[in-house]
């Protein structure tokens, strides 16, 4: 029965020899407070003197608390600091072993959510500067992620015009979980500026934000709140479409971050269905909400979900599309997905490299 | 089936552990609080190194909010957090498929291991220490 | 390429002569001269001096475009005419009434209960009484669970309410322990959960708040859907009585099976966290979580990719017949759902159903 797990076998050598990109890397901080080193002294002093304050309950801990730390527990460096926080360590662990040839860096980070908005847009320079200085002037595999102060608009795309010209940097980074939905017209200039400069718009999940995390309230258990980190990306990629975002913009890339894909074939059936009925309201989406999802979006595949029967996978590869998906690991997250291990079926050699590697090449440009 | 002698026991001190290759097998041994149990190294699931993982006891409930312990003794995995027995390696999350090898694994006095059927590679074996023995 | 073979016959399939029970039909809105004879001395003061007349949730609006088949107009005003437009041309053996209201948005929580008792009422004396096919959900208001558990207890012996109506997205997710009095209350009689798209607004639709346009926030329904399996699971409700019967009505069909694989995921990493979840997810929601069929949001491909979907899912013994009249989505009501095998008809359009509402004798 092929659904039986044992000890698993050995990596075979052209797995080994398969190159990955890797969409999704999170970098840390060696300590808590090294982001005030990147600020300038004015917000270094407003940090110290009044806090950093996101939309989360707590600092110290999270309002739904990880198991183990939400860390893969061998993710620690033997040097000191957290998992993620040793670039040596991260090749040693993560880069050389995976032979990753890309790595896309997310700086989970509270910059774009800051309830004072000039602080927002100090802090997330900040993060693109660390990033440049510690990790994308230090290895040439990592990519950055442009972070913004996505609540004040024209900082916003003042910031991602500071980072275009830079190729290091490869995509821009937006919080599903802003203050209205993501299709709104408040953050069309921020759209706009990235497609006129060939950036994906990607947006990762986030465990807080300005609402609630289900429509009928907060969820009680972390085990409901990680179902649910799945549902702002589903919300955003629904209010791109509905606000007619990608029809304005044809150009536009969406890659949406750690939510897994299995929602989005079921999500595309609906919305066809409700847009063919009730399109009269919607004169702006002018093609079936599926059509802009094949042309402009594109899912990362952690964590890969896991049917009770393996097979059923291939199912929803056929109905989704191989080329819609692309390899992320998480790395160094609790969740972490192994590239050779994730998909335990037997996925078609051109699936295969599709989702480790060709698919994210051909959206990036690698 | 061999019997091999892994380390000293004082290099496996209680709540410590460590991967030895086997005959080409990759196995984790356990110093759990001076219990010694020894189990394949790779998770089932994604391959993570379960030497890496932290041995606990078993949590159940009857109702919501009802935390009992059970003194059982489980792995947890270092990635996904899935839950083994650590003395016959089956998994909780998924105990018909998925299970990991367990091993004999003892405590043995170096007077005496110098004979019969142990591989000893790398020790110079002292008969006043004491050593871990893993049956494969 | 698909495992599953079904052998579709061309001509469609009637719902009459399947003695089908209709698990999701809508009777017009009460308003209050409707309501009037069915409330206290109090309320009947209260509600024409608040003005209190149409309660719609605009979060299920029921007056608008999509909620009415332009086929169907007048049809659900009365018995006669739900009987003339649906019952009879259906040949339907049993429907079930849902009244999805403002009853259930009050915010003050003796209103919220005298509401739901008066379209309880309503829906006995003007409904129920009249036409021996018509079943319907108990209204109970969610805000005051100890009158919740006592409507429920109020109607204990009369067989024709066969299930408990919650909101998708109502006062709190549905698993919380505020609610436990009033699943304590239905499992002791016997009736089952229905949990019905829409929202009263206490919370905003999506994460970030509020969608512009109703298309954007009914594709949400799903959503909200899965999150309510999620925390009926979670929290314990549904292993606490393992004999509940949960019905996802008017929700879509498709999304479950990605619920189901991302939950077991979840458990198999976190079930530390909620210990007394000893199941799997996949076999706690296939034993208990059942899903009506308008709508499906089938896969397109036919009953082919539907069986290969129910698969996933479970089986398609989850599934309960129904066309949610008279909301609009298009087609022949009186054909069996062309994305649905039609060798299912007997069990969905009427086994599933009896299998799922230890109340309905029909």
Known sequence: ?366 | MGKHVICRLEELPPGSSRRVDIEGREIAVFNDEGRLAALGNRCPHEGAELCHGLIRQFFAAEGAGEYEGTGKRMLRCPWHGWEFDLSTGQSYVDPARVRVRAFDVDVAPGEGLSEGPYKIDVYQIATEEDYVVLTI | MSTLTIDQPKQDLRIAGLGAVDCDVHPRLPMRADLMPYLSDYWQDMFPYRAIDRMELVGYPVGTQPFNRPDCEGGNKDVSALAKAHLDPLDLSGAILNVVSGAQGFYDPYLQAAACEATNRWIAAEWLDRDPRLRASLLVPFRHPEAAVEEIRRYRDDKRFVQVLAMGMGEEPLGRRTFWPIYDAAVENGFSLCVHGGSVFRHAPTQSGWPSSLTEEMVHWSQAAANSVASLLSEGVLTRHPELKVVMAESGVSWLFATIWRLCKEWRGIRLEVPWLKESPEIVIERQIRMTTAPLDAPPGGPEEMAALMACTGSSDQLLFATDFPHDHGGDLGVWPKELPQDWAADVARNNVIATYPRLEL
């Open chain 1, 1 to 366: 029965m092929s659904d039986v797990l044992t000890d698993p076998r050995p990596e075979t050598a052209a797995e080994t020899a398969t190159k990955v990109v890797d969409c999704d890397i999170h970098p840390s901080f060696r300590t808590p407070t090294e982001i005030l080193d990147y600020l300038p002294s004015r917000w270094r002093d407003h940090a110290r003197a009044f806090g950093i304050r996101p939309p989360n309950s707590m600092t110290g801990a999270l309002a739904y608390p990880r198991m183990g730390g939400g860390m893969r527990q061998d993710a620690w460096p033997p040097t000191g600091g957290p998992p993620a926080s040793d670039l040596e360590f991260m090749r040693a662990q993560h880069l050389d072993p995976l032979n990753i040839e890309v790595g896309i860096l997310h700086c989970l980070n509270p910059g774009p959510s800051l309830m004072d908005l000039d602080f927002s847009a100090a802090y997330c320079a900040a993060m693109n500067d660390w990033q440049v200085d510690r990790w994308l002037s230090q290895e040439p595999r990592l990519r950055g992620t442009i972070v913004i102060p996505q609540e004040d608009t024209a900082a916003a795309v003042a910031e991602i015009e500071a980072r275009a010209t830079d190729p290091r940097f490869v995509q821009v980074a937006f919080v599903p979980r802003g203050i209205e939905p993501s299709g709104r017209r408040r953050y069309w200039p921020i759209y706009e500026a990235a497609a006129k400069h060939g950036l994906p718009v990607a947006m990762h999940t986030a465990p807080y934000g300005w609402r609630e995390n289900t429509g009928a309230g907060n969820a009680s258990f972390y085990l409901e709140e990680h179902y649910a980190v799945a549902n702002p990306i589903q919300s955003a990629m629904t209010s791109l479409i509905f606000e007619g975002v990608f029809e304005r913009l044809p150009n536009l890339k969406l890659v949406l971050v750690e939510g897994g894909f299995a929602w989005a074939a079921p999500l595309m059936w609906r919305m066809d269905r409700e847009w063919a009925r009730m399109r009269d309201e919607i004169p702006a989406v002018r093609r079936a909400p599926s059509d802009y999802v094949r042309r402009q979006v594109w899912l990362t595949t952690q964590p890969v979900e896991e049917p009770p029967r393996n097979a059923d996978l291939k199912h929803l590869i056929r109905w989704l599309g191989a080329d819609r998906i692309m390899f992320s690991s998480d790395y160094p997250h609790w969740d972490f997905d192994d590239p050779h291990r994730a998909f335990r079926i037997g996925l078609k050699p051109e699936e295969k490299s599709a989702i480790l590697r060709d698919n994210a090449r051909a959206v990036y440009g690698f």
